[in-house]
């Protein structure tokens, strides 16, 4: 933005004599000007599951959540906003049972999918297979993801 739009003149001037070649910080947004932008800074996740839509999840995807989970958790929000899984970013979540792993996962791969990117999910037992693609079918079939489960071929 010019400096006549803000209106203030600017004069910049250096003065005195550099050793060497000067070189420029590399400049980051930070608080105060993502505060005066925030259209220019990364969405930011919340326990709310509607702060998703923030980052390109279709209404539908976001209320079929919100019908299995009642908000995201800190482990969750944790891979969101500071370890980047959303922008395609990559992680190794290790936590305990029940603690929100397989939602990480899964905002992942349907995030990948929504982008028309192939996307795999794996899981560790059998039935777990046969429940996720059940409800991945019935979550994510209405939007055109077709899930399918990938058997082991078995020699004979």
């Known amino acids: 933005m010019p400096a006549s739009q803000i209106r203030h003149e600017q004069h910049p001037a250096a003065r005195g004599t550099f050793d060497g070649e000067y070189t420029w910080p590399v400049m980051t ?3 105060t000007y993502l505060a005066a932008f925030p259209e220019y800074g990364d969405p930011v996740a919340t ?3 509607a702060s998703l839509a923030a980052f390109g ?6 209320a079929a959540w919100a019908g299995d989970i009642p908000n995201l958790n800190q482990l969750q929000l944790q891979a969101i ?3 980047g899984v959303l922008r395609g970013d990559r992680i190794v979540a290790s936590a305990p049972t029940s603690s929100g792993k397989t939602m990480i996962g899964e905002l992942a791969a349907i995030k ?5 990117r192939r996307t795999l999910f794996l899981l ?10 059940l409800q991945f079918q019935r979550v994510y079939g209405p939007f055109g993801i077709r899930t399918v489960e990938a058997r082991e071929k078995r020699m004979t």
Do not use: C, M, R, T
């Open 81 to 83: 906003n500071e370890y």
């Open 112 to 116: 990948g999918a929504l982008n028309g």
């Open 57 to 62: 999840f279709p209404g539908e995807v976001l």
């Open 124 to 133: 560790p037992l059998k039935a777990l297979v046969n429940d996720k693609l």
């Open 29 to 31: 947004p930070g608080a």
């Open 47 to 49: 326990a709310d599951i």
